[in-house]
């Protein structure tokens, strides 16, 4: 049992929901529990896609300050695996993954968010990584995924000043891809995860794998993972079904069995 994330399931999307009052403060317990949840929502196989949520008010508003203050250098030693763990536990999921994010996402929050593949914005977040005006830098994984993201140069601005972008420019940059009304974010993102219900899972898996292994290595690399994770396709039962639905029936109408 977790006591600050859950699993919640519902027509086969996945809702991971953070529940730490007021801030959602990633403390190490809840890093823990993220990646304990992570890892079930993505070996279920009732769980099609997930959305990650932190409630109406908030997303997370970044690591536990007052919990890593007194930590000596060789504690934080220890304690960075378990600070990247997490975001590298839910980037692992090899599902369709949405981020809906309330009111802040911040340090280990927007780094939680970045860990994602897609993220949808209530109208009034705000999002950045403040973490140069504590001293340090994003520890889980903000100056790999964001800069991977929105470019080197603007993510060099927002680590370098700590400065947080609203909803408006954070769209503009790339950092989000949807913004919607507070209220209808979070119902947004389950629409789009809801997509996926019943779609070829073990090529949404595939194409996932591909595009994010293909962006640490060089373009023939690349390149030759697609080949692999193509050609292993034609082994799936949900391939002859798409092709033969697709021959007689037209594009879109295949029942496919995840196999």
């Given at each position: 049992?977790?006591?600050?994330?859950?699993?919640?399931?519902?027509d086969?999307v996945?809702?991971?929901?953070?529940?730490?009052?007021?801030?959602?403060?990633?403390?190490?317990?809840?890093?823990?529990?993220?990646?304990?949840v992570?890892?079930?929502?993505?070996?279920r196989?009732?769980v099609?896609?997930?959305?990650?949520?932190?409630?109406?008010?908030?997303?997370?508003?970044?690591?536990?300050?007052?919990?890593?203050?007194?930590?000596?250098?060789?504690?934080m030693?220890?304690?960075?695996?378990?600070?990247?763990?997490?975001?590298?536990?839910?980037?692992?999921?090899?599902?369709?993954?949405?981020?809906a994010?309330?009111?802040f996402?911040?340090?280990?929050?927007?780094?939680?968010a970045?860990?994602?593949?897609?993220?949808?914005?209530?109208?009034?977040?705000?999002?950045?990584?403040?973490?140069?005006?504590?001293?340090?830098?994003?520890?889980?994984?903000?100056?790999?995924?964001?800069?991977?993201l929105?470019?080197?140069?603007?993510?060099?601005?927002?680590?370098f000043?700590?400065?947080?972008?609203?909803?408006?420019?954070?769209?503009?940059?790339g950092?989000?891809?949807?913004?919607?009304?507070?209220?209808?974010?979070?119902?947004?993102?389950?629409?789009?995860?809801?997509?996926?219900?019943?779609?070829?899972?073990l090529?949404?898996?595939?194409?996932?794998?591909?595009?994010?292994?293909?962006?640490?290595?060089?373009?023939?690399?690349?390149?030759?993972?697609?080949?692999?994770?193509?050609?292993g396709?034609?082994?799936?039962?949900?391939?002859?079904?798409g092709?033969?639905?697709?021959?007689?029936?037209?594009?879109?109408?295949?029942?496919?069995t995840?196999?």
């Amino acid at each position: 049992m977790t006591e600050f994330v859950r699993l919640e399931v519902s027509d086969g999307v996945g809702t991971i929901r953070l529940d730490r009052p007021k801030m959602n403060a990633l403390n190490a317990q809840l890093q823990r529990e993220l990646g304990e949840v992570a890892r079930e929502a993505d070996e279920r196989d009732d769980v099609a896609a997930v959305v990650l949520f932190g409630g109406e008010r908030v997303f997370a508003a970044g690591a536990d300050v007052k919990e890593m203050a007194t930590m000596s250098h060789a504690e934080m030693v220890r304690h960075a695996h378990l600070l990247q763990a997490f975001t590298r536990d839910v980037a692992a999921i090899s599902k369709p993954t949405v981020t809906a994010i309330t009111g802040f996402a911040l340090g280990g929050g927007c780094e939680l968010a970045l860990s994602t593949d897609v993220r949808f914005a209530a109208d009034d977040a705000k999002l950045g990584q403040p973490e140069i005006l504590l001293g340090i830098i994003p520890g889980a994984g903000g100056t790999q995924r964001l800069a991977r993201l929105v470019g080197p140069a603007k993510a060099k601005d927002l680590i370098f000043t700590g400065r947080f972008v609203d909803a408006a420019e954070a769209l503009a940059i790339g950092l989000v891809d949807q913004v919607h009304p507070a209220d209808a974010v979070y119902g947004k993102a389950v629409e789009w995860a809801s997509q996926f219900v019943g779609g070829p899972r073990l090529a949404l898996r595939a194409a996932k794998n591909a595009v994010d292994r293909g962006l640490e290595v060089d373009l023939q690399t690349g390149l030759e993972i697609e080949r692999v994770e193509f050609s292993g396709l034609f082994a799936t039962d949900d391939r002859v079904a798409g092709m033969t639905s697709f021959v007689e029936s037209g594009p879109g109408k295949a029942t496919f069995t995840g196999r």
